[in-house]
């Protein structure tokens, strides 16, 4: 069986009632203090994981992750485990799957993927994109976004671990690049994308993405450093050799409401320590301890014992 996780404070969205219905796949939703349980106790369809069966499952990581923040999900990703899931989608509640979610898997096998050699430290995935106004995916070093250089492509077969399916109209990308857009521009299609990957770490989030169940103990989203907790997970995955690829648009998203300037200042740490974080990834992953806040690995750690 596969599982598909994800919180939410909302009551039950168009995207989550079309998660619920797919063939093959359970959806697991993570609930938080806000959220109105007996909305997903009620339904048979999925399986709700209310805040008092959370602090049973682990008291000691709900109380170190804290409550009302999107890091609840990682309470779905023990869960998923424990359930020998085969693959594990992580999802958000505002991106509506398409018809053919689900259906084209590319993990655990090998397969002929385009492949992007770069020089620098990470390879920005929407980068390969030409538009009239340049996009870069979030999390990718604020610094390396205006350099030229021409990379590479070529023609690889790759065993990969982790599938980063794209989203229609609205792509992931940081505040400072959102904010040079209008809402009307964001209209972007990436329905024919043939797969591809890169020779070097690369963001991918965890609103659309599929991962092995192999990999889900060192997948972690980092509480307490904002809007990198999945973009950190990201790169501290890969770190340890996880292989990403990415993959065409399998979700149309309708972004919830959001306030650009908390999203920026949620993202600063990010900004300011991106690069350095690659780098230091670059000689060990255990350098990721340099870059969180003490509780912020405390619960890292704490998960990683759910899995032994």
Known sequence: M?????TTIFKPSLALKKFSNLKDWTLIVVGDLK????????????????????????????????W?????????????????????????????PLRDWGNEILLKKNILVNYYKTKEIAFDPLSIFKNKKKIWHRGFPIELIFLKEKIKKKKIKIKADIQANLWNDNPDIDAVNRISFRNNELNFKFNDVKAYTSNKLSPFNSQNTILTRKIIKDYFLFPFIGRMDDIWASYYVQSLGAKVIYA?????????????????????????????????????PNYIKKFLPKRSYAAFKQYKKNFL
């Open 2 to 6: 596969n599982y598909i996780v994800t």
């Open 35 to 66: 959220t109105p349980h007996r909305l997903y106790q009620n339904n048979n369809k999925i399986i709700y994981l209310h805040p008092k069966e959370q602090e049973k499952m682990d008291k000691k990581l709900s109380d170190l992750i804290g």
């Open 68 to 96: 009302n923040c999107i890091q609840r999900r990682n309470f779905g990703y023990i869960l998923a485990n424990k359930l020998n899931a085969e693959y594990i989608a992580t999802v958000d509640d505002d991106n509506i």
């Open 248 to 284: 065409k648009s399998t979700v149309k998203q309708i972004r919830n409401p959001h306030n650009l300037l908390l999203d920026f200042q949620k993202e600063v740490i990010g900004y300011a320590n991106n690069l350095k974080l690659l780098n230091a990834l670059k000689i060990s």
